[in-house]
């Protein structure tokens, strides 16, 4: 992208902390993919939700390759690479500011067993620096955004971590004396205790099941599956069940192979994309190019946001065919990379 021709970036107007309107509570929500790749949304009333509904979930939120294949080429065909249609992507922009949206896990650093060792290489890094340098560019992340900035290392991006719901603007001031951002919007901070409870909670009940991982993403939580055996995931789904069946102001998403816990609030990374075009002064603009590029189901709802604005568009990174909002794939985080070089 560095041959495109750039519309100087406007600077960032001052930020302040956003207010939200609390939502009404939903109960126990689950979001989740059933096997013919449709969204499926399944609310219990009562906050029952069965356990074994979720466990199939997790089955169909982790097809394999193989059993997709033959859908591929249609995919394909719906959603081009977005390295394949890259003149068609700069054409689309021409005159206008991009603003670039990045997701971490799965589409800046590849998908790794310990989530705590997901990093990004430092050519990919390199590159999202090069970004920066002509588009206002954030990575919007699932993870706490401190850990999130502790794995990219740029002072000059916008962080959205905890899906959104915690965002801060870049750093400023000299290499010597870097004056520490201000927080921009944290719409679920009276969660925290909450969070931090249900967090203890977690590690108690989960510890016994081998391979089960709780994080600790500050305003939402995560208990990864990715190294339990499939066998035990009926009894891992039943346990973090049971503990939020007595937290109705949180709810349950679901990422690869994670188990994402989130308060009710209608935040979402929908929302702080729109939050941060607001920030950017972009909010009733007909000239600006959101770009973002996510691999999860939590970006749908920013992909969705730049459907509905019918600005911009977005970009799925994933090997496998998914019904999704955005405009066009990627197979993997090293062709992001070579995209934003091309
Ligand atoms: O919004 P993201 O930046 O994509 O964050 C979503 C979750 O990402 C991380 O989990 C995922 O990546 C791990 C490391 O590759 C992998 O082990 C795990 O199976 C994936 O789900 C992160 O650890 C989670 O907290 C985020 O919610």
Redesign the pocket.
């Known amino acids: 992208m560095t041959k495109q021709k750039v519309v100087a970036a406007v600077p960032p107007p001052l930020f302040t902390t956003t207010e939200v309107k609390k939502q009404p509570l939903h109960g126990f929500t689950y979001t989740g993919f059933d096997s013919s790749k449709k969204v499926v949304r399944d609310v219990d009333t009562n906050g029952e939700m069965k356990v074994n509904m979720l466990v199939d979930s997790m089955r169909a939120c982790s097809p394999t390759r193989r059993e997709f294949s033959h859908d591929q080429t249609r995919w394909m065909d719906q959603y081009p690479s977005a390295l394949e249609v890259f003149d068609e992507i700069i054409n689309a922009s021409k005159g206008k500011q991009i603003v670039m949206f990045l ?5 800046l ?7 705590d ?2 990093y990004m290489s430092d050519e990919m890094r390199a590159t999202v620096k090069k970004l920066a340098m002509y588009f206002p560019t954030a990575i ?4 706490c955004r401190d850990k ?1 900035y502790k794995f990219v290392k740029l002072a000059e991006l916008y962080y959205a971590g905890s ?1 959104g719901m915690d965002i801060r603007g870049p750093s400023t001031g000299s290499k010597n004396k870097k004056s520490s951002p201000s927080v921009l919007c944290q719409p679920a901070s009276e969660y925290l205790p909450m969070i931090d409870e249900v967090y203890g909670l977690l590690m108690e009940k989960t510890q016994s099941t081998e391979g089960a991982k709780v ?1 600790n ?1 500050k305003f ?1 939580l ?1 208990v ?1 599956f ?1 190294c339990v055996d499939e066998k035990k995931w009926s009894e891992l789904a039943s346990k973090v069940r049971s503990v939020l069946k007595n937290y109705p102001k949180l709810r349950l998403t679901q ?4 188990l ?1 816990i989130r308060p009710t609030i209608k935040w979402d ?1 929908g929302k702080a994309l729109e939050f941060l075009l607001e920030s950017l002064g972009y909010a009733n603009c007909t000239d600006v190019f959101p770009i973002y590029i ?3 189901r ?2 749908e709802d920013a992909f969705k946001v730049l459907r509905e604005r019918d600005q911009g568009f977005g970009i799925l990174v994933s090997k496998i065919p998914r019904d999704t909002n955005a405009s066009y794939s990627l197979q993997e985080p090293s062709e992001a990379s070579l995209l934003f070089n091309t």
Not at 103 to 107: A, K, L, P
Not at 140 to 143: A, D, E, Y
């Open positions: 997701d971490y896990d799965g589409t650093s590849p998908i790794v067993d310990d989530p060792r997901a919007v992340s699932g993870r999130v899906h994080e993403n939402c995560s990864h990715r990422g690869r192979k994670v994402e990374k996510g691999d999860d939590t970006d």
